[in-house]
């Protein structure tokens, strides 16, 4: 099993430009979350989905927008890249929608908007 | 609204001695609670799981408490290895409207050889 697995692992886009990150869990679990982390913020949700088929925001959802694509894929969309979308992301899985079991987590897209 | 703090932001004990790391949180009502590990451009790695009914997991030479009246867990790390040295971070369930996951901002340890 590869568990979570992310791409690309990083990039760097100019103000204004688009990209997708994409997720891929090989685990049957229905939930999957897309996080931030910045020094001193700590990590924060930006989305979530339950189950296929159903997206919810987060904590700080501005300036994304989610696709679950299928059980396995969930892709984080910026439209019009920031600054202040420089962070650290990571996308995470768990068997049970209200998070009653482990979460498993990818090793993360490092992004620099210029 | 579910806040959760981790204290000491960082701390550097040496190699052998046995540590507590807390973690406290301002909702009791929570599902469960979740330590994970994270080392330095990685991603986390889950330690433990306390569900809500729980009062303690243990894992080899890691073990966490809980206790939900306080507010508070505990991560315990006993004779403690260079290999150890990681950001550790909790993460709470709570029993809110959003049922969000809300992760305390961690505890830098540094293991001195």
């Known amino acids: 099993n590869a568990g979570v697995t992310q791409t690309p692992k990083f990039q760097v886009l100019k103000t204004g430009q688009s990209m997708t990150l994409q997720c891929a869990q090989d685990?049957?679990?229905?939930?999957m979350y897309w996080y931030r982390q910045d020094p001193g913020m700590g990590l924060r949700l930006i989305y979530y989905s339950a189950s296929e088929g159903t997206t919810d925001k987060g904590e700080v959802p501005n300036g994304y927008n989610v696709s679950r694509l299928n059980k396995r894929e969930f892709s984080l969309r910026l439209e019009s890249a920031a600054p202040s979308q420089t962070s650290v992301y990571f996308c995470a899985s768990s068997g049970d929608p209200r998070g009653f079991y482990e979460q498993y987590f990818g090793p993360g897209t490092r992004l620099t908007v210029t | 609204k579910q806040e959760v703090t981790q204290i000491p932001a960082a701390l550097s004990v040496p190699e052998g001695e046995n540590l507590v790391l807390n973690c406290s949180f301002t909702?009791?009502?929570?599902?469960?609670l979740q330590w994970f590990r994270q080392d330095p451009g990685k991603g986390l790695t889950s330690l433990l799981l306390?569900?809500?009914?729980?009062r303690e997991q243990t894992s080899g030479r890691l073990n966490a408490s809980l206790d939900k009246s306080s507010g508070r867990s505990t991560l315990y790390i006993a004779a403690s290895q260079p290999g150890d040295s990681a950001t550790y971070l909790c993460a709470v369930v709570a029993l809110n409207r959003d049922d969000k996951i809300i992760f305390g901002k961690g505890t830098r340890l540094h293991i001195l050889p």
């Open positions: 685990m049957n679990h229905n939930s």
């Open positions: 909702d009791s009502a929570i599902y469960n």
């Open positions: 306390i569900q809500s009914s729980q």
